[in-house]
């Protein structure tokens, strides 16, 4: 919530255009390769500013940037989880439907997988339940779960991916909590930390990329 606050005084005070705010952001980026050579697409999912930006700029956005470099040969997706709340930087389920459909045909054939970092409970029983439904077969079977940061160098090269800091720090807290963070359940642990989960919701359809908001 306070990032997105911030951002808001940003883009305010600075009157920066949405295209803009995506670049400093850094949110897309094309980094590094996986072990198997492919270039990777990293995506900071916490750095997303759902509240301010809408679906049509995004896709133009990575029409312009972002599409152009991958439509030439196979790539990978590291998507970071970490540190998304479905009320502050989750774009909804009704958006990432709609930019998904807009991928170009070249770029969806050249995505080979997808390495999704630190997801949470809900948005591993919201794919289970509807991920075909919603991005077909093609995407879906293409997605790997990664609970640790460790896990992630098992399939892309170290040194050649930045992984933001607190990423490295939400880790650690995993290490501490790994039952309430990832599944949602308490321990014995006389001195917890308090992580609060968000409730699945669907918003109203009217809304544009702030609406079906139901994994976190």
């Not at 779960?145 to 607190?166: A, G, K, T």
């Amino acid at each position: 919530m306070i990032q997105n606050c911030c951002l808001h005084r940003i883009t305010m005070a600075s009157q920066i255009s949405e295209s803009d705010l995506l670049h400093k952001l850094d949110i897309f980026k094309v980094q590094g390769k996986d072990k198997r050579g492919h270039k990777i697409l990293r995506i900071t999912g916490k750095s997303f500013p759902a509240r301010f930006l809408s679906v049509d700029v995004l896709k133009e956005y990575l029409d312009e940037y972002i599409f152009p470099r991958l439509s030439k040969k196979p790539f990978s997706v590291l998507y970071m989880h970490t540190g998304v709340q479905r009320t502050d930087n989750f774009p909804g389920i009704s958006a990432l439907r709609s930019i998904y459909d807009a991928i170009p045909v070249t770029v969806k054939d050249n995505l080979q997988s997808v390495y999704f970092l630190h997801p949470g409970l809900q948005s591993r029983l919201f794919l289970a339940t509807f991920g075909r439904l919603f991005f077909g077969d093609g995407l879906y079977g293409k997605l790997r779960y990664l609970s640790r940061v460790d896990y992630l160098w098992e399939h892309v090269r170290r040194n050649e991916i930045e992984v933001p800091d607190f990423v490295y720090d939400h880790d650690e807290d995993l290490e501490y909590r790994p039952m309430m963070m990832e599944y949602g359940l308490d321990s014995d642990d006389p001195h917890p930390r308090v992580y609060a989960a968000p409730a699945v919701a669907v918003d109203s359809p009217s809304a544009s990329i702030y609406s079906m908001r139901c994994i976190s």
